[in-house]
């Protein structure tokens, strides 16, 4: 753990490996739940995109979705954990916001459009953080497997966040 003194340097304070585990664990089951729900969700949305880009994105980030829970998957079983859906409800109620919002535009297909797109970048960066957290504390449990697969999640957050951010530009642009 890392605290700021008085003089603005930085002090780390030790977290044992099984107080680090468990918060690892207690992360990734909230990350896991969200993703699980979102790929539930994914192709409701489709049907609710009119512009044909955002239709291959969102298929797209289904796809990565699926694999970066089936890396997530993996990690557990290196951790020798299961999954757990306790404490997600804040993620799961974000995701349900963006839906809400969605619906709230089915009058107006290219506000809907710029509705999904919105979210969807915005809950990808929320997994690009998490991922990267995760990273960091991957590194100090000494996993380097651990660390290959959240790096492997967050790069594919990270490019289907790009491909979302392009094609806000373009829609909005043209």
Do not use: W
């Not at 664990?25 to 739940?33: A, Q």
């Not at 929320?126 to 660390?147: D, W, Y």
């Amino acid at each position: 753990m890392i605290d700021k003194t008085e003089n603005n340097q930085f002090l780390f304070l030790p977290i044992g490996p099984e107080h680090l585990k468990t918060y690892f664990i207690s992360h990734l089951d909230r990350i896991y739940c969200a993703k699980s729900h979102l790929l539930e969700r994914l192709p409701e949305i489709i049907d609710y995109a009119h512009f044909n880009d955002l239709k291959h994105a969102i298929a797209e980030t289904m796809d990565d979705v699926e694999k970066q829970i089936i890396r997530m998957e993996a990690i557990y079983i290196l951790l020798n954990a299961e999954s757990s859906v306790e404490s997600c409800e804040g993620l799961i109620g974000t995701l349900e916001d963006a839906f809400t919002a969605i619906h709230q535009q089915s009058e107006n297909s290219e506000l809907r459009d710029l509705t999904i797109l919105f979210y969807l970048t915005n809950i990808k960066s929320t997994e690009m953080a998490s991922f990267q957290v995760l990273q960091m504390a991957a590194v100090k449990l000494k996993n380097k497997e651990i660390s290959q697969l959240l790096k492997e999640n967050f790069d594919e957050a990270r490019a289907d966040r790009m491909l979302l951010l392009l094609i806000t530009s373009n829609y909005i642009t043209n």
